[in-house]
């Protein structure tokens, strides 16, 4: 077997096993001032990987919104307006993910929070 789909797979379930983790505590910290070190390193990592995530699953939002948009208004709508939907979500979501990486270190916007929502492509607007 060729590494690259073997590296790809594994990135691939890595990504799903940790991708959707959410705190345990229902209310966090509103600032890096009030943050302790815990977590702010917890916010860098689940913006890093959030960000890897969808720079790299970017692309599932092409299907997905010809999925919804078929679903919501019917097939003829599907078919016409969900691929222009889905490839402007794909460049945005691209993008997002790229900027969430490459930013990890700020705790902007808000503290940690993603730039699109819903945060990564497989959960549910």
Do not use: C
């Not at 070190?37 to 092409?62: C, I, P, S, Y």
């Not at 402007?88 to 993008?95: A, E, F, K, S």
């Amino acid at each position: 077997m060729k590494p690259a789909p073997l590296i790809a797979g594994a990135t691939m379930a890595a990504l799903l096993v940790l991708g959707p983790h959410r705190q345990a505590h229902a209310i966090g910290p509103n600032s890096i001032d009030s943050a302790s070190a815990q977590e702010v390193v917890d916010g860098m990592a689940n913006k890093f990987a959030r960000g890897v995530a969808n720079a790299a699953t970017g692309w599932l939002e092409f299907p997905k919104q010809i999925y919804v948009t078929w679903q919501e208004e019917g097939p003829a709508k599907g078919l016409t307006v969900g691929p222009l939907k889905g490839v402007g979500m794909t460049v945005v979501r691209t993008l997002a993910g790229a900027g969430e990486a490459a930013t990890f270190f700020v705790s902007w916007p808000g503290f940690f929070e993603p730039y699109v929502d819903p945060p990564y492509v497989w959960q549910e607007e």
